[in-house]
């Protein structure tokens, strides 16, 4: 039952990047608008003081902000999609059909029992206008309830045929008919639910905002830890896209969540500073510096003779980490053969936010280093304070260094470079990591990968049940994980590291793990993969 529950959990995480990755992408070309109207930049650069590059600019940021308006619709067709066992883009489609239905029939519902407010604002009412039709105010939520709902009666009706004049209203066309039903006595229900989850909300995200420092510490202390079991998502979601992230009203317009706050306070040249809210999305500060001093004290630590080697281990993973935020190459080098650091590091990510919420750096950082001068060098040294957070990012690259050192000499810790004879070292020679970078430069194709070499190592075809995949890691169910060849997965396939959890297997393969979902359903013969 446990191994079921977690399986779910993994699921829905996974299926949870659909609408999350997408989203990065709006707000780094709605900070691109900005730069065409920026005041300052346009003083520097008087040439781009023109109708055309400023109206570019207007259109490319004020149009994109509309999808922090819709994201109820967004998560409920990507959850839907993701969560889909087949025919995912059918299940998308359908989604899109049942939260029109949704929001249409609460509307009508909540006119006939007269709950519908009538005044001229719905701030403070609870209620909000969700494509052009008023409803209750349910955010993002509406979108993950109405997404697994979708999913749930796809997979269950997907399948289903009839015959003779009734054939039409088979697959996915009963899909919808049964969801409509669904789908209105769900708006009939949330009318009377929503108003008391609502409640139970806004006191959550009271009980954290008092808790203030405390509180971010354990939030990010926490989205480190979760990182083993693939569930970490679930930690920041909710604090980036609904009302536990704060409330702010920009432009008139009520916006809920970090993310989608800093989004419209981007756009928004009247805001002079971002929101305290930013610093739910400061989560890369240990992934750009705390973890390089974490591989540096690996590197000093390790056995002179291997230092060369493992050089090929820990500078691609670094140099990852810090561009492009993905740590689990590093976290997964010490994560199992010295625990203790995992924790060290998970606590020193939190108190890294704490320290930028204490010096009120208003800075944004998810991820790596790319992101950050993208977001915050356009909007300027007032508006977000971008210099002190790499200022406190310097700082934590010091602490980690030496927190690290001292404790792996302190306690013999087995990290990269100080295995005891007989323990595995998983190494990489030079020329292997220049066609690494070179493969990754070029792009990763499914020929590259030895997907049959893959299969025998996981105990064969007739070992695995299921095969998906996130954004770094190949996700699958086996019948019997101890036939699992770990040192074939990490020495044969490049693997970086292999988690196990009942029957659910998690091989990290890192950015080239979709050629590398993309290769083994090929081999497996599977008809359809993300």
């Not at 509180?215 to 998502?233: D, N, S, V």
């Not at 630590?301 to 492009?324: D, G, M």
């Not at 304070?385 to 690259?397: D, N, Q, R």
């Not at 049959?452 to 699958?476: H, M, P, S, W, Y």
Request: glycine residues 10%; neutral net charge; aromatic residues 10%.
């Amino acid at each position: 039952m446990k191994d079921k529950v977690m399986d779910q959990l993994q699921r829905f995480s996974k299926a949870m990047f659909i609408p999350v990755l997408i989203l990065p992408i709006a707000g780094i070309l709605i900070a691109v608008g900005n730069l065409f109207t920026n005041a300052k930049l346009l003083e520097l650069l008087p040439f781009m003081d023109n109708p055309v590059t400023k109206g570019f600019g207007t259109i490319l940021s004020g149009s994109l902000v509309s999808i922090l308006n819709n994201l109820g619709l967004i998560f409920c067709v990507g959850l839907a999609a993701g969560l889909a066992n087949k025919k995912k883009y059918e299940a998308g489609f359908t989604g899109l059909l049942g939260f029109l239905v949704f929001i249409n029939a609460m509307n009508k519902f909540m006119t006939l029992t007269g709950i519908l407010f009538t005044g001229e604002s719905l701030r403070g009412t609870g209620q909000a206008m969700v494509l052009g039709v008023q409803i209750l105010d349910m955010g993002v939520f509406l979108g993950i309830i109405l997404g697994i709902v979708t999913a749930m009666v796809h997979n269950r009706f997907c399948e289903t045929e009839f015959q003779n004049a009734f054939q039409i209203y088979g697959g996915s066309r009963f899909v919808f008919i049964v969801l409509i039903p669904v789908t209105v006595l769900l708006a009939v229900l949330l009318t009377y639910v929503w108003p008391f989850v609502q409640m139970g909300i806004t006191s959550l995200g009271g009980f954290i905002n008092r808790s203030g420092n405390f509180g971010i510490f354990i939030y990010g202390a926490l989205e480190r830890l979760l990182i083993p079991t693939g569930l970490h998502h679930l930690v920041y979601t909710p604090f980036l896209y609904t009302s536990l992230g704060g409330i702010e009203t920009i432009g008139g317009q009520v916006f809920e969540g970090a993310r989608n706050i800093y989004y419209a306070e981007i756009a928004d040249p009247s805001i002079q500073v971002l929101s305290r809210s930013v610093i739910w999305d400061a989560r890369g500060i240990s992934k750009m510096f705390g973890l390089m001093g974490a591989c540096l004290a690996m590197y000093h630590t390790a056995r002179p003779e291997n230092r060369n080697k493992i050089k090929a281990i820990l500078i691609p993973a670094a140099f990852t980490s810090f561009i492009a935020g993905v740590t689990e190459p590093i976290e997964f080098s010490f994560m199992f053969v010295a625990p203790v650091l995992f924790i060290v590091h998970a606590g020193l990510s939190g108190l890294s936010m704490v320290v930028l919420n204490i010096l009120n750096v208003r800075a944004i950082g998810p991820n790596g280093f790319l992101d950050f001068l993208l977001f915050n060098v356009p909007l300027g040294i007032h508006k977000t304070g971008w210099p002190m957070y790499i200022v406190t990012g310097l700082i934590f690259f010091v602490v980690y260094y030496a927190i690290f050192r001292l404790l792996i000499t302190k306690l013999n810790l087995k990290t990269l470079g100080r295995e005891t004879e007989g323990m595995e070292m998983k190494l990489h020679t030079k020329a292997e990591y220049k066609e690494k970078v070179a493969s990754e430069k070029e792009g990763i194709d499914a020929d590259d990968v030895d997907a049959a070499l893959i299969i025998k190592a996981l105990g064969g075809a007739g070992n695995i049940e299921k095969v998906d995949n996130c954004f770094t890691r190949l996700r699958l169910i086996l019948t019997d994980p101890d036939l699992v060849l770990e040192d074939v997965l990490k020495n044969g396939t490049g693997a970086n590291g292999v988690v196990k959890k009942g029957n659910n297997v998690q091989v990290i393969y890192g950015l080239k793990v979709t050629a590398v979902r993309r290769a083994v359903d090929e081999e497996l013969g599977n008809g359809e993969s993300n």
